[in-house]
């Protein structure tokens, strides 16, 4: 046998194997599955888990994940992505790991598979520029994100509202986890998407440590 490439995940997560039922966790749930169906009313939401290491909240989230969307009356999707320690300083590590899945990239795609894939999901130039930039294989440019400056940031703000727009043209839950390791970079590209819960069927459903933010 010869290992090819590794296989992600798409946009499943991954089930937990053993599980026990849900101990006093009843407000909790009843906030979450309002949340989970006001996306078949066309209406959007963030639901923050937050607390301590061991008190479940990945429990939590998987459980809701795997139940709450099945019982949708419409179809959904869902993309989850998870900040890392390693990458806590390292510029857009979240927001390239959440916009691989949409677009159909591995970590290890070759340059001019990740510039085909971006071509095919976008029609806007500026678009294709910042998300080539984003992904560093802008062509005849090296860390072209960092050369661009203040035109690279508000041309991927205004790049990433449209792209989860139009994926928001039906339910969808954006799992954000371990966000004690957000990079900052990340974070201020992943904001404004939260207004995007306004006028859309999108809801990110997150999840924070307490007690291990990185500097």
């Not at 599980?19 to 959007?44: C, D, P, T, Y």
């Not at 510039?115 to 095919?120: D, N, Q, S």
């Not at 500026?126 to 992904?135: G, K, N, P, V």
Request: hydrophobic residues 45%.
């Amino acid at each position: 046998y010869r290992v090819l490439r590794r296989v992600g995940l798409g946009h499943r997560r991954a089930a937990t194997t053993v599980r026990s039922a849900l101990v006093n966790r009843r407000k909790e749930w009843e906030a979450i599955e309002q949340a989970f169906h006001s996306m078949e009313r066309g209406r959007g939401g963030i639901v923050f888990l937050i607390g301590d290491a061991g008190l479940g909240k990945t429990r939590l989230l998987d459980e809701a994940i795997e139940r709450l969307l099945s019982e949708l009356s419409v179809e959904s999707r869902l993309y989850s992505a998870a900040a890392v320690s390693y990458e806590a300083s390292l510029p857009f590590g979240l927001l390239l790991r959440l916009m691989r899945p949409p677009l159909g990239l591995m970590p290890d795609d070759p340059p001019a598979l990740i510039r085909e894939r971006i071509t095919a999901a976008v029609v806007d130039e500026d678009d294709r520029l910042a998300l080539e930039t984003l992904f560093g294989v802008a062509a005849g440019t090296a860390n072209a994100h960092e050369i661009v400056g203040e035109q690279f940031t508000r041309q991927l703000t205004a790049c990433l509202d449209r792209f989860w727009r139009a994926q928001a043209a039906g339910p969808l839950v954006i799992v954000l986890d371990e966000l004690q390791w957000l990079d900052s970079s990340s974070a201020d590209r992943l904001a404004p998407l939260f207004a995007l819960t306004e006028d859309t069927p999108l809801l990110f459903f997150d999840d924070f440590e307490t007690g291990t933010l990185h500097a």
